[in-house]
C-alpha cells in the first residue's frame, strides 16, 4: 500500500527546484572571492536599467566600469540574478523557455573562470533538473536547450584545483550526460552532433590514463550504459531511412560536423600534438595536464563552426545511424593493433564498449549496410589481430567481443568464422615438432599454400610446401596456446559451438563448400584428440583435466544435439537454401578436387589426369579443351601457387598459358592494376624464360584491350617488366636506395613506339605501385601479406553465398558418418580416465546417444565400436581364460547361494566396470538387430560369467534326448570309453560328471570366503540382474537373420579357438603331429574345458529356437561340429556327446527344411563315422535323434538315405541300452501294425542292422570268459544280447514275407527283385548260420532252409545263374566256413549239428533247385561235383557217425533223384557220352567217402530194373 500512497502524494513544485539550485550555486560562488563582493550582483543589471528608463549611457563608460575579467565574472552572476527575477511572478516555471531557465548553469559551467566545486554545483543543479522533471520531453526550446547543455558539458573548463575534487567535476560531467541520454524522456530528441559530443567526452574520460581507476571505470560504466540505450534506436528505426540520412550527412552537416575526436595520454613533455591520419581514420588529439593549469574537456567542436553562445533556431533531429556509425567507427580506429598512439588499456575499454555494443544491436546490424560494412572488415580484422596478443586481458576481452559477434552476426560473417575457427583450432592443437626454421613469434601471414586466400593469424613456414600424395596441404606452423591462454580460447570456441546447430552450420557452410576448410571434420579431430591428455610437460595436471573437459563436453553436446535432432527437434529445411542434394554432390565434388589438387601440387600431370578422369574439368562442347582446364585452374584455389605458374608457363603449355591469361578482362584497367591482378591467379616462376613467356602472353592480351597512351605491343611488354622490376625496387627491405620518379621515367625513355611515355602516365604507375605493393601469392609473411589476404577474403566473402542457419537433421547420417569412431573412442577414453561422476555421467548419455544415433543410422558397424569400447572398459574380458576351475567357496547370503569367486569379488570393487557393465548391455537390450561384430565381446563376457557361476540358471542349461534339462558341468572326470554301462537306466555318460559346479574333491582345498568378499560378490551379483542378461539372451532368438548370424558366427569362433586351435596348439607343443584323421586311442585327449561346451549348447539352443533361420545358421555350426566330430578321439567325452546331441537335435529340424535335408544325412554320416569308443558313449543320444528323425513320415524316402541311417543306427549295437531302443525301432518298421513300413528302400538297410545285431549276438559270445581252452561258453537264451540275436534272425525270416508285394509294387523284373531283396536276405542268414552263438545259428539255419525251399524267393528259374549263385553265394560258403578250425571251436558240439543240419540242406537245396520236375535241362554237373566235395571234407573232418548216415541218406535221395531224372544214369548203350562222363566222376567222387555207394544205390544195367522200382517205391 505504501507505494500507492507515495505516488498518489504531489511532488515539489519545479520552481522550488530551480530556486533552491540557484541558490545552491551561488551560495557556492560568493564562497570564492571572484564573487564575494555585492558589486558583481548590482553592476550586472547597468545596461538594462538605462534602457528601460530611456537613458542613454555610452558604451566607453560602461567598459571602464567593467574591465574584461570583472564583467565575465559579474554576468556569471548575474545571469542567476536575471534569472531570480524572470521566474519571479511565474506560477509555473515550465512555461518559460529552457534555454533561459539552463543559461546561467550552463555559462557556468562553460567558463574557465569556475572552480571545481562551483562547476560541481552547477552541474548537480543540471542533474536534479533532469531528476525532479524540469528538463522532460514537454520543455519550451528543448531543442536549443539540448544542444547548449551538449556543447556546455562537452567544452566545460574550469580552474584545477586538487586532483581529487577536480575528478568529482568529471564525474558529474558524466552524470548528467547520463541522465541527458539515458535518465530521461529528452535522450531521443538529441540530435546526431549532440550524441557524438558526449560520447566524444565520456570516451575521453575513459581514455584518460592519468585520472583515477574510479573515475575511468565510472566513465566507463557509463559509455556501456549509454550505448546500450542509443544503440536500441536501431530496432525502433527504418534502415533505409537512416541509411538515406547518413548519405545526407555526409553530403552536408546541418549541425556540425558528425566526428569524435578521443583524446588520450603521451608521454610527458609531449605537449599538445595534433596527428594527422589518412581520410578514412579519425583525428586523434593527446593533452598533457602538466603543460596546461586548466582541466578541459575539449573536443573539435571547438574548432567547427559552432558558437556556443549562439541559440540555434531550428530542432536538431533525432539521432540515428549517422552517430552510431561514427561511434563505431572510432572503436574500430581504436582496437587497430598497428596504432602505436592507442594503449592495450585504452583498447580493453574500447572492447568492453564495443562488446556491450555489439550484445545491445548485433542482431539487428545486418540490416544496415554501413555499419555491417564496418564490422565486417575493419571491426573483425582488428578483433582477430588482438586474438593474437600475450595479454591475458586484451585476449580474454577480444575473445569475449568475437563471441558475441559470432553469436549474434554469424550470417554475415562466413570467411571470418572460418579465419577465427581455423586459428584457434591450430593454436589449440597438440604442438608440432619445432623446427629449425620456425617463426619465434606469431605475426600477420600470408594465404596458405593451397587454400583460398585466407589471412592467417600466424607465421607460414616458407619452406612447408604440399606433401606428396597428401590429401590437404600442410597446415601454417603457429605457436601453441599453453596455459591461460589455452583456456581462454578453449572456452571461447565452447561458448562459440554451444548452439545446437553449430555442428550442422559448420558441415553445411564449410565441408560442402569447396572453396572452404573442412572445418567439422578439423573441429572434431581436434576434440577427439583434445579429450587425450597432451604429452607435455609444460601444462599443469588441472589445465590439463580442464582442457580436457571442455573438449569432451563439446564433443557429448554435439552427440547430444543430433541425438535431439532424432528424437524430433529439428528444423525443416528451408526452401530457398541449397537444396542438400546440391549441397552433399558439392561435398563429393570437394573431396575428388582436394585429392586432384594434391596430386597437383605433387606432379601437376598427374594431378591434371586425375582432375579429368573424375570430370572435374568440365569440357564444354563450344570451347576446346585448353579453355576449360585454363578455367579449372584459374577457379581453383586449391592448387600452389607457385606450381601453377611454373606449369602453364612451360614450353609445351604455351596455348594453356594464353587462354589462362585470355580469362583475364584488362579492359579499361590500368596496366599496374591488370598486372596486380593477374600475379594475385599465381606466382611468378624463377625462371627467366618462364617469366618472359608470361610477359609476352600477358603484352599481347593487354595491347588487345586498347589501353590508353600505349602504341605498341612491344612497349606493353617493356612496361609490365617494368612494373615488376619497380614492385621489387620499392618494396624489397634489402634495397637501400630506392628508384625515384625520375629514374623509372629515363629507363623508359623512348620505349613507347620511339616515343617516350607522359610523365603523368608514369607517374600514375610509380605511385600506383609506391602506395599498393604488388604481393604474389605465397609471399609475404608480414602485415602487408595479412592486409593484402584479408582483402582477399573480403572479395570472397562477396561471392561466397549467403550462411545456412539450420538445426536440420538432413546432414546428420553424413555426419556421424565421418566421426563416430573418434567420437566413440573419445567417450570411451573418458569414461575410462576420469574419475569426475559429472563427466562419467555425461560419458555414458553419450554411449547412449551414440547407440540411438546409430540405430536411427543402420550402421551395424557403431554398435560394435560400442560394445568393444565398453567391454574393455567392464573388467569382464580375459586374454586367457583357463579350461580348470579351481575351487571357489559357496556361501549362503541373502537367501541364496552364493560362489565367491575371483572375478565375483574384483568385479565387485570395480565400480566403474560395474558401470560399464549395465551401460553395455542396456544398450544391447534391444538394439541387438544393430549388433554385428561386437557379439564377439558380448559372449566373451559371457563365458566369463558362466566359468565363475554368474550367469543366470537359464543360460546354464544343456538339453538333450534323454534326461531333458541339466546343468553344464564346471568340472568333470574322464571316464574310459571302453567300459560299457550295465545299470540298464536311461542316463548318458554325462552321469559320470558332477553335475553341481563344485565338487568334494579332498584334494583341492576349499578357501574360506571373507565377510569383504561375500559383499563384493553380493554387489557383482546386483550388477548382473541389473544387466538383464537373461533378457538379452532371449532377445537374441528374436533377432533378424543378419544379425543372429554374425552373433552364432561370434560363438562359433570363440569356440573354435578353445577346442580345435587349443588342440592344434597342444598337440604340436607335445611333438605329436596334427592330423584330423588321427583317432587312435593312445592319441592326445584335451582336456575338459567347461566353456568349450558352453559355447557348443549357447549356439545349438540359439539355433533350435530361429528354426526360420537355421539355413543360413547351419553351415556355421555344422562347420564346427564336423571338425569336432572328424577328430573325436582328441576331445572330452562330454563335448563329443554334446556335439553329437547338437548335430541330432538340429536335424531334427533340418529335415523340414527341404532345401537341407541332404545335410541331415550327411550329419548322419559323420556320426556314423565315429570311432567304435566314442560312437558306444553316444548311442543312446544317436538312438534318440534318429528315432526323432524317423517320426516324421516321408522323411527318409531314397535307399541312400536309408543306408545312411542304418549305418548310424548300427553304430549303437554296441551298447547294451541303445541297441535295445535301437531294436525296438527296427521292429516297429518291419511291424505291419501301424501300416506297412517297409520299403524297398529301406529293405537292405532293415537287412543289414538286423545282421548286425545277429552278429552282435555273436561277438558277445567271443567276449564271455572261457571256461575251456577249446571251447566257449554259451550263454542262456535269456541273454539281452543273444536274445536280440535270435530275434533280429527271426525277423530277418519274416523279411521273406515283404519280397513279392514290394516287387510287385514296384514292377521290379525278377533280376532286380533278386539282387535287391533275396540275395541280401539269403546271405544274411547264410552268414548267421556259422554264427559263434548257438541259438542265433540253429535258428538261421532253419530259416535260412525255410526260405531256399520256400516259395518266397523271386527269380527267373529259367535262367541258371541264380541257382549258381544260391549255391555259390550262399550254400558253398556256408559250408565252407563250417569246416573252418576256429569255427568249430567256438562250440564244437553244436557245431557238428550245425554241419549235419548243413549237409541236410545242401543237398535238400539242390533237389529243389537242379533236377526238381518242371526244371528244364540244365548243367548240373558243376554244383553236383562241388557238392560232393564239400560232403566229402565234411565228412573227412567231423568224422561223426550220426553226420556218416545223415551224408549218406543225403546222397541216396539226390542221387535216386538225379537217376529218375535221367541226369545220373550208369553207363549204358543208351547213354550218352555227358552222362558217361558224369557218371564216372559222380562215381569217384563218391567212393573217397562212400566206398560202394553209388552201386548200391543205382546197380550196374543187369541189376538196373530192381533197383528203380525200389526207388520208385520210396518215392
Keep these: 500500500m505504501q507505494p500507492a500512497m507515495f505516488s498518489a502524494a504531489p511532488r515539489i513544485e519545479k520552481k522550488h527546484v530551480l530556486l533552491s539550485e540557484i541558490l545552491a550555486v551561488t551560495s557556492t560562488m560568493r564562497k570564492n572571492s571572484r564573487w564575494a563582493a555585492a558589486a558583481h550582483t548590482l553592476v550586472a543589471r547597468d545596461s538594462a536599467l538605462a534602457k528601460d528608463l530611456g537613458l542613454r549611457r555610452g558604451s566607453l563608460a560602461v567598459e571602464s566600469q567593467r574591465p574584461g575579467r570583472f564583467s565575465q565574472e559579474a554576468d556569471l552572476m548575474g545571469g542567476f540574478q ?12 515550465q512555461s518559460l523557455h529552457l534555454p533561459a531557465l539552463l543559461g546561467p548553469f550552463l555559462s557556468l559551467i562553460r567558463s574557465p573562470l569556475s572552480t571545481g566545486p562551483i562547476t560541481s554545483a552547477a552541474l548537480s543543479s543540471v542533474h536534479n533538473f533532469f531528476v525532479c522533471g524540469l528538463i522532460s520531453s514537454d520543455s519550451l526550446g528543448l531543442g536549443s536547450a539540448l544542444s547548449e547543455l551538449s556543447s556546455a558539458v562537452s567544452h566545460c573548463k574550469f580552474e584545477a584545483s586538487d586532483s581529487s575534487g577536480d575528478e568529482v567535476v568529471l564525474l558529474k560531467i558524466m552524470t548528467v550526460i547520463h541522465d541527458c541520454i539515458c535518465g530521461s524522456s529528452v535522450g531521443p530528441m538529441l540530435g546526431d552532433v549532440e550524441i557524438c559530443e558526449m560520447l566524444e567526452t565520456v570516451l575521453t574520460t575513459c581514455c584518460q590514463m592519468r585520472l583515477s581507476e574510479i573515475l575511468r571505470r565510472s566513465a566507463e560504466a557509463t559509455m556501456i550504459s549509454i550505448v546500450r540505450t542509443i544503440f536500441c534506436r536501431l530496432y525502433n528505426v527504418d534502415p533505409a531511412a537512416e541509411e538515406a540520412k547518413l548519405r545526407l550527412s555526409e553530403e552536408a552537416s546541418h549541425h556540425g560536423d558528425i566526428s569524435m575526436t578521443v583524446l588520450a595520454d603521451i608521454p610527458d613533455g609531449a605537449g599538445l600534438q595534433n596527428l594527422e591520419l589518412p581520410a578514412d581514420n579519425i583525428l586523434v588529439t593527446s593533452t598533457s595536464q602538466d ?23 531550428i530542432a536538431p533531429k533525432p539521432y540515428g545511424l549517422p552517430a552510431l556509425l561514427e561511434l563505431f567507427r572510432v572503436l574500430a580506429h581504436i582496437l587497430d593493433p598497428n596504432d602505436q598512439i592507442h594503449t592495450d588499456s585504452i583498447r580493453l575499454t574500447a572492447l568492453g564498449i564495443l562488446n556491450a555494443t555489439i550484445e545491445t544491436c548485433g542482431t539487428v546490424i545486418g540490416n544496415y549496410p554501413s555499419l555491417l560494412s564496418l564490422i565486417v572488415d575493419h571491426g573483425c580484422k582488428h578483433l582477430f589481430q588482438l586474438a593474437r596478443s600475450d595479454n591475458p586481458s586484451m585476449l580474454q576481452a577480444a575473445l569475449r567481443t568475437i563471441a558475441t559477434l559470432f553469436e549474434t552476426m554469424r550470417p554475415y560473417l562466413k ?16 604442438p608440432l615438432p619445432p623446427r629449425s626454421n620456425m617463426a619465434k613469434k606469431i605475426q600477420p601471414g600470408s594465404s596458405r599454400p593451397a587454400t583460398p586466400s585466407t589471412p592467417v593469424l600466424a607465421p607460414v613456414n616458407a619452406d612447408s610446401d604440399v606433401e606428396k600424395g597428401s590429401l590437404t596441404p600442410p597446415r601454417p606452423l603457429v605457436q601453441p596456446a599453453r596455459g591461460e591462454t589455452r583456456d581462454l580460447m578453449l572456452e571461447t570456441l565452447s561458448q562459440i559451438s554451444r548452439h545446437p546447430w553449430f555442428m550442422v552450420d559448420l558441415y553445411t557452410n564449410y565441408d560442402c563448400d569447396i572453396n572452404c576448410d573442412n572445418l567439422f571434420e578439423r573441429l572434431i579431430d581436434f576434440l577427439t584428440k583434445g579429450v587425450y591428455a597432451m604429452q607435455t610437460s609444460s601444462v599443469s595436471e588441472a589445465q590439463q583435466l580442464h582442457s580436457q573437459f571442455l573438449c569432451l563436453d563439446m564433443l557429448l553436446g554435439f552427440v547430444g544435439d543430433m541425438a535431439a535432432r532424432a528424437e524430433g527437434t529439428a528444423e525443416e529445411w528451408k526452401s530457398e537454401f541449397v537444396s542438400p542434394e546440391d549441397l552433399m554432390q558439392s561435398k563429393s565434388r570437394k573431396k575428388l578436387v582436394l585429392t586432384g589438387a594434391a596430386k597437383f601440387n605433387s606432379k601437376p600431370k598427374h594431378g591434371i589426369a586425375f582432375l579429368e578422369e573424375n570430370g572435374l574439368i568440365e569440357l564444354n562442347p563450344s570451347e576446346s579443351r585448353t579453355r576449360s582446364l585454363a578455367k579449372f585452374l584459374k ?4 592448387l600452389d601457387k607457385r606450381l601453377l605458374g611454373d606449369y602453364i608457363s612451360k614450353p609445351e603449355n604455351v596455348d ?6 585470355g580469362l583475364f578482362d584488362f579492359k579499361n584497367k590500368p596496366i599496374a592494376d591488370a598486372m596486380r591482378e593477374m600475379l594475385a591467379a599465381f606466382r611468378l616462376p624463377g625462371e627467366s624464360q618462364q617469366i618472359a613467356r608470361i610477359t609476352e602472353t600477358f603484352a599481347s592480351k593487354y595491347f588487345a584491350s586498347n589501353p590508353p597512351e600505349i602504341k605498341s605491343e612491344d612497349a606493353v611488354y617493356v612496361l609490365a617488366y617494368s612494373v615488376i622490376m619497380l614492385n621489387t625496387d620499392l618494396h624489397n627491405p634489402q634495397i637501400r636506395k630506392r628508384m625515384t620518379i625520375e629514374d623509372y621515367q629515363r629507363n623508359l625513355r623512348g620505349v613507347n613506339g620511339g616515343e617516350n611515355f607522359s610523365p603523368e602516365f608514369l607517374q600514375s604507375i610509380y605511385d600506383s605501385i609506391r602506395k599498393r605493393e604488388i604481393i604474389m601469392p605465397e609471399e609475404h609473411t608480414g602485415q602487408l601479406g595479412f592486409e593484402y589476404a584479408w582483402k582477399e577474403l573480403l572479395a570472397r566473402a562477396r561471392q561466397s553465398g549467403s550462411f545456412v542457419m539450420c ?8 555426419m556421424f558418418k565421418a566421426m563416430w569412431k573418434s567420437v566413440i573412442s573419445a567417450i570411451a577414453h573418458a569414461f575410462i580416465s576420469f574419475d569426475d561422476e559429472y563427466i562419467i555421467q555425461r560419458a555414458i548419455s553419450g554411449f547412449r546417444q551414440c547407440a540411438t544415433l546409430a540405430g536411427r543410422f543402420n550402421l551395424p558397424d557403431v554398435f560394435d565400436f560400442i560394445v568393444v569400447a565398453l567391454s574393455q572398459a567392464t573388467g569382464l574380458l580375459t586374454d586367457n581364460l583357463p579350461a580348470h576351475v579351481p575351487n571357489y567357496p559357496v556361501v549362503d547370503a541373502e537367501g541364496q547361494s552364493v560362489t565367491v569367486s575371483s572375478l565375483a569379488v574384483r568385479f565387485g570393487t570395480n565400480f ?16 541387438g538387430n544393430a549388433l554385428r561384430e561386437g557379439w564377439t565381446q558380448i559372449f566373451e563376457m559371457f563365458q566369463n560369467l558362466f566359468m565363475h557361476s554368474l550367469l543366470p540358471t537359464r543360460m546354464l542349461q544343456m538339453e538333450d534326448f534323454l534326461g531333458g534339462v541339466t546343468m553344464i558341468p564346471l568340472r568333470g572326470s574322464q571316464p574310459s570309453r571302453h567300459v560299457q554301462r550295465n545299470d540298464g537306466g536311461l542316463l548318458s555318460t554325462l552321469s559320470s560328471y558332477l553335475m553341481t559346479p563344485y565338487g568334494s574333491s579332498s584334494e583341492n582345498l576349499i578357501p574360506e570366503a571373507t565377510d569383504s568378499e561375500v559383499e563384493s560378490t553380493l554387489c557383482t551379483i546386483d550388477c548382473i540382474k541389473s544387466c538383464r542378461l537373461d533378457e538379452l539372451y532371449g532377445q537374441i532368438m528374436q533377432l533378424d537373420a543378419e544379425a543372429l548370424v554374425a552373433a552364432v558366427k561370434a560363438l562359433e569362433a570363440l569356440a573354435h579357438e578353445r577346442t580345435v586351435t587349443k588342440l592344434k596348439e597342444e598337440t604340436d607343443d607335445v611333438s605329436s603331429p596334427y592330423n584330423p584323421s588321427l583317432t587312435n586311442e593312445g592319441s592326445y585327449v584335451l582336456t575338459y574345458d567347461p566353456v568349450a561346451v558352453f559355447l557348443l549348447e549357447t549356439m545349438v539352443s540359439i539355433a533350435c529356437q530361429t528354426p526360420q533361420h537355421l539355413e543360413d545358421l547351419w553351415p556355421i555350426i555344422f562347420e564346427h561340429l564336423s571338425a569336432l566330430l572328424s577328430t573325436a578321439a582328441h576331445y572330452s567325452v562330454l563335448l563329443i556327446e554334446r556335439a553329437v546331441v547338437a548335430l541330432l537335435r538340429l536335424c531334427v529340424i533340418l529335415v523340414q527344411k527341404g532345401a537341407l535335408r541332404d545335410q541331415v544325412y550327411l550329419s548322419l554320416d559323420i556320426i556314423a563315422n565315429l570311432p567304435p569308443s566314442v560312437a558306444n558313449s553316444v548311442a543312446e543320444h544317436v538312438t534318440a535323434g534318429v528315432s526323432l528323425i524317423l517320426q516324421r513320415e516321408g522323411i527318409v524316402s531314397t535307399q541312400t538315405e536309408w543306408n545312411v541311417i542304418g549305418a548310424t543306427l548300427r553304430t549303437t549295437i554296441s551298447h547294451s541300452e541303445a541297441a535295445r531302443y535301437t531294436f525296438s525301432l527296427v521292429g516297429s518298421i518291419t511291424s505291419e501294425a501301424q501300416g506297412q513300413k517297409v520299403t524297398q528302400n529301406n529293405f537292405p538297410c532293415l537287412v543289414a542292422i538286423l545282421d548286425d545285431f545277429a552278429t552282435a549276438a555273436g561277438a558277445s559270445i567271443r567276449t564271455q570268459p572261457q571256461r575251456s581252452r577249446r571251447a566257449l561258453h554259451q550263454p542262456a537264451t535269456e541273454s539281452p544280447i543273444v536274445e536280440r540275436g535270435r530275434k533280429a534272425v527271426d525277423l530277418l525270416s519274416d523279411l521273406k514275407r515283404f519280397i513279392a508285394p514290394l516287387s510287385a509294387a514296384s514292377n521290379l523284373p525278377p533280376a532286380d527283385a533278386w539282387r535287391q531283396y533275396c540275395l541280401p536276405l539269403l546271405s544274411s542268414l547264410g552268414r548267421q548260420s556259422t554264427n559263434p552263438s548257438r541259438l542265433v545259428r540253429n535258428v538261421a539255419i532253419v530259416q535260412l532252409q525255410r526260405l531256399l525251399l520256400g516259395f518266397q524267393l523271386v527269380y527267373d528259374e529259367r535262367d541258371h545263374g541264380y541257382v549258381e549263385e544260391i549255391f555259390n553265394s550262399v550254400i558253398f560258403p556256408l559250408i565252407d566256413d563250417l569246416l573252418k578250425p576256429q569255427i568249430y571251436h567256438l562250440d564244437p558240439s553244436g557245431i557238428s549239428e550245425t554241419r549235419l543240419r548243413a549237409s541236410t540242406l545242401l543237398c535238400k537245396a539242390f533237389m529243389h533247385f537242379e533236377v526238381r520236375d518242371g526244371r528244364g535241362k540244365a548243367d548240373v554237373r558243376v554244383i553236383w561235383i562241388e557238392i560232393l566235395d564239400l560232403l566229402d571234407r565234411l565228412v573227412g573232418v567231423e568224422q561223426s557217425e550220426q553226420l556218416y548216415e545223415a551224408v549218406s541218406e543225403s546222397l541216396k535221395n539226390a542221387v535216386l533223384v538225379m537217376n529218375a531224372a535221367d541226369i545220373l544214369v550208369p553207363p549204358s548203350e543208351r547213354c550218352n557220352e555227358q552222362q558217361r ?24 544195367p543187369e541189376a538196373a530194373e530192381p533197383a528203380v522200382t525200389t526207388a520208385t517205391t520210396k518215392t
Design 82 to 93: 536575471e534569472l531570480k527575477r524572470a521566474i519571479r511572478d511565474v506560477a509555473d516555471v
Design 291 to 313: 603543460e596546461v593549469s586548466s582541466v578541459t574537456i575539449e573536443t573539435p567542436a571547438t574548432r567547427s563552426a559552432i558558437v556556443t553562445e549562439v541559440t540555434v533556431a
Design 415 to 430: 570467411l571470418q568464422q572460418e579465419l577465427f575457427l581455423t586459428f584457434t583450432i591450430d593454436r589449440l592443437a597438440t
Design 635 to 638: 577457379s581453383c584455389t586449391r
Design 656 to 661: 594453356l598459358l594464353k587462354e589462362f591469361i
Design 807 to 814: 538445426n536440420t537433421s538432413l546432414f546428420d547420417c553424413d
Design 912 to 927: 566403474k566396470g560395474q558401470l560399464a557393465a549395465v551401460i553395455l548391455f542396456n544398450i544391447v537390450n534391444g538394439n
Design 1477 to 1500: 562222363t558224369f557218371w564216372s566222376a559222380t562215381h569217384a567222387r563218391l567212393e573217397r567217402f562212400l566206398p560202394g555207394f553209388l552201386a548200391e544205390v543205382i546197380p550196374p
